[in-house]
Nanobody, 125 residues
Framework: QVQLVESGGGSVQSGGSLRLSCAASGFTYSSNCGGWFRQAPGKEREGVAVIDFTGSSRYAASVEGRFTISQDKVKNTLYLQMSSLKSEDTGIYYC???????????????????WGQGTQVTVSS
């Protein structure tokens, strides 16, 4: 049974940083695809970043240069380092996983098989 457990969310002022973690069991990130999504109130869930089994990563334009996705093979944990945070980054952040290659349309939430429970990130201006 696959379980993804996020941690690291919280409240921060604009310009600050946070690091989200997603610990996986029953699933190996280094051999598959891992991603981060977020959902703001009243909006659809959107893709933030994804990393595949080769270590190749992709980012939404809105976070490019500010966020970094990575994985720890030993801990089997996915990370999202967020810097220069803005109020529009506020939302619930979810980690996601998919077998083997990342979906072609990686930013779409319907392409992923497994999800974490979400962690709240609030950025105040």
């Amino acid at each position: 049974q696959v379980q993804l457990v996020e941690s690291g969310g919280g409240s921060v002022q604009s310009g600050g940083s946070l690091r989200l973690s997603c610990a996986a069991s029953g699933f190996t990130y280094s051999s598959n695809c891992g991603g981060w999504f977020r959902q703001a109130p009243g909006k659809e869930r959107e893709g933030v970043a994804v990393i595949d089994f080769t270590g190749s990563s992709r980012y939404a334009a809105s976070v490019e240069g500010r966020f970094t996705i990575s994985q720890d093979k030993v801990k089997n944990t996915l990370y999202l380092q967020m810097s220069s945070l803005k109020s529009e980054d506020t939302g619930i952040y979810y980690c996601a996983a998919d077998r083997f290659r990342c979906p072609g349309l990686w930013w779409r939430s319907d392409g992923y098989d497994y999800w974490g429970q979400g962690t709240q990130v609030t950025v105040s201006s």
